[in-house]
């Protein structure tokens, strides 16, 4: 399994996996959640969240304690990091304590230079671009839910984000067509949908449109996040009349594939990018998601530490 070829490496985006290590890691991911393998290791997390967290946090978390290591909270506010110690510093001492570092953070630069200070391996828990594990999380549940990849098309419907970035490069390494419908000015960014069609396995469409209806029709995942991101939460109510067409409600819902699943990363906003009636109905896998992000990570930090 090529899982034991991540040891020492870094996950930085979805991308840094090719799709053999992708599928290997998603099913080594299952096989910890039903506990056919039980690795172990005594050895230490250090998170350093620029950002809120409840799920990314609590997930690593329990993770690293289930395989018997331990984790260090490295809140910037209660260290030099919150006093404008420089970033490659920073790097170069975690090195010197830790095994290995989940970083959450505003900018994708922030962390790629952590990265290139520190030879431990280095974990994106959300930047600006890319949300990696959300998505590794995300996949095993449609895999749990479907079978395969093969044949499925996701629809992710809402501001063409962090987490809309991981999700069309990982819906195009796992061969699933991806669709995602996003206001005009709101699309995901053009390099990372020119990347997935570079890295897209088998004949998958990679569709982005301003049509929500179009884009959810047969699909058999619906995908959605908030529509104001962490830090632009003083452009939440001017965003509502825009992204309300991109709505996940019952009728949008019922233009989908009738054994469709809905998703949705959380925290959700209920009545804005989704409506409380679909969050709790039967299609909904949301809790099923967010207890797959510490299964997923479980496994990521296994095979990144050689413990597989």
């Known amino acids: 399994m090529s899982v034991r070829n991540l040891k020492d ?3 930085l985006g979805i991308a840094d996996l090719n799709s053999h290590e992708l599928h290997d890691l998603l099913q080594y991911a299952a096989d910890l959640k039903t506990g056919i393998i039980t690795p172990r290791c005594n050895q230490v997390l250090g998170l350093l969240f620029y950002k809120a967290s409840t799920r990314t946090r609590v997930s690593f978390t329990v ?3 289930q395989l018997e290591g331990h984790v260090i909270d490295l809140n910037p506010k209660v260290t ?3 006093r404008g110690e420089p970033i490659a510093d920073t790097a170069r001492v975690l090195d010197r ?3 290995i570092l989940a970083i959450r953070t505003f900018k994708q630069e922030d962390i790629e230079t952590v990265a290139q200070y520190a030879t431990i391996p280095v974990i994106n828990a959300l930047t600006d671009i890319e949300h990696p594990c959300q998505i590794l999380a995300d996949l095993l549940t449609i895999k749990e839910c479907f079978g395969d990849f093969q044949g499925n098309t996701v629809t992710f419907l809402g501001d063409g984000n962090n987490v809309a ?3 069309i490069l990982g819906c195009a390494m796992t061969g699933m067509n991806i669709r995602v419908a996003s206001p005009p000015d ?3 960014n053009p390099e990372i949908v020119a990347k997935a069609k570079s890295l897209a396995e088998g004949n998958c469409e990679i569709i982005v449109t301003d049509d929500a209806n179009a884009a959810v029709e047969g699909s058999q995942v619906l995908y959605t996040d908030v529509w104001a ?3 632009q939460e003083n452009l939440a109510q001017d965003r509502i009349p825009v992204f309300q067409p991109y709505q996940i409600n019952s009728q949008l819902l019922s233009k989908a594939d009738p054994e469709a699943i809905v998703l949705h990363c959380l925290p959700a906003h209920r009545e804005e990018e989704i409506t409380n009636e679909v969050i709790e109905g039967k299609q909904s896998r949301v809790w099923d ?3 797959n992000r510490m299964h997923a990570q479980k496994a990521l930090i296994s095979a990144l530490l050689g413990l597989s």
């Open 80 to 82: 030099q990091m919150g």
């Open 9 to 11: 490496r870094d996950l």
């Open 165 to 167: 970035h991981s999700l």
């Open 289 to 291: 998601q967010a207890e």
């Open 186 to 188: 709101y699309q995901p």
């Open 97 to 99: 304590y830790l095994d």
């Open 229 to 231: 991101s962490m830090g």
């Open 63 to 65: 993770a690293m304690y």
